[in-house]
């Protein structure tokens, strides 16, 4: 099992930036990469950012390609999502995962409970 906390979400204005924060725990070993999806209210759940367990492969979704950077603190077993240059279509619900390295939410067994970027206009 894989225990997943997110932290750092919150209120910004379109243009801020914002750092969110995913604490793994348990028996991350096992965790292939881990992975940021986001929600927004009336939509589905859809990719954002992935990287490799050691950090050395990371892939973006087209959308915040450029603006949003996904890193890696081993020791910590910490994954981050730096994010720049924040619209308010970024706004939604931002869930880490841990098993995959994938675009598909399926393919992850593993799922923190999200942590709420709202970006106002």
């Known amino acids: 099992q894989v225990q997943l906390v997110e932290s750092g979400g919150g209120l910004v204005q379109a243009g801020a930036s914002l750092r969110i924060s995913c604490a793994a725990s348990?028996?991350?070993?096992?965790?292939?990469?881990m992975g940021w999806f986001r929600q927004a209210p009336g939509k589905e759940r859809e990719f954002v950012a992935v990287?490799?367990?050691?950090?050395?492969?990371?892939y973006y979704a087209d959308s915040v390609k450029g603006r949003f950077t996904i890193s890696m603190d081993n020791p910590k077993n910490t994954v981050y999502l730096q994010m720049n240059s924040l619209k308010p279509e970024d706004t939604a619900v931002y869930y880490c995962?841990?098993?995959?390295?994938?675009?598909?939410?399926?393919?992850?067994?593993?799922w923190g409970q999200g942590t709420q970027v709202t970006v106002s206009s």
């Open positions: 990287i490799w367990w050691s950090g050395s492969r990371t």
């Open positions: 995962a841990a098993g995959s390295y994938s675009t598909n939410a399926a393919q992850y067994a593993y």
């Open positions: 348990g028996r991350t070993a096992s965790s292939t990469g």
